[in-house]
């Protein structure tokens, strides 16, 4: 007779092995997926005064005299002193 303590059971060690490989899979997915942009994936869009704006696209501040850009989702703004008008300027 032969021991059985030495001899693996072929179906637990496929089916470890098939485990281990998804779980492996899933977290090189959900790292991959998380940290790098793919061509293929849209950058972030910005909201600004009601308006969206996507990434690299420039448009007026609501003061009239500075611009902004949007970048990946977030705003970068020009920081300009405006001159302030007066209602009798606009007359």
């Not at 470890?16 to 849209?42: A, D, H, R």
């Not at 909201?47 to 420039?58: L, N, P």
Request: with cysteine; glycine share 8%.
């Amino acid at each position: 007779m032969e021991k059985n303590e030495n001899k693996l059971n072929p179906f637990l060690l496929g089916l470890s092995i098939t485990l281990g490989t998804i779980v492996v899979g899933l977290i090189s997915y959900i790292f991959f997926t998380s940290n790098i942009k793919l061509p293929w994936q849209e950058e972030d869009r910005c909201e600004y005064a009601g308006w969206a704006y996507a990434h690299g696209e420039t448009f007026d501040s609501t003061d009239g005299c500075n611009v902004c850009v949007c970048n990946d989702g977030a705003i970068a703004c020009t920081e300009m002193a405006c001159e302030s008008q007066s209602p009798e300027d606009l007359n």
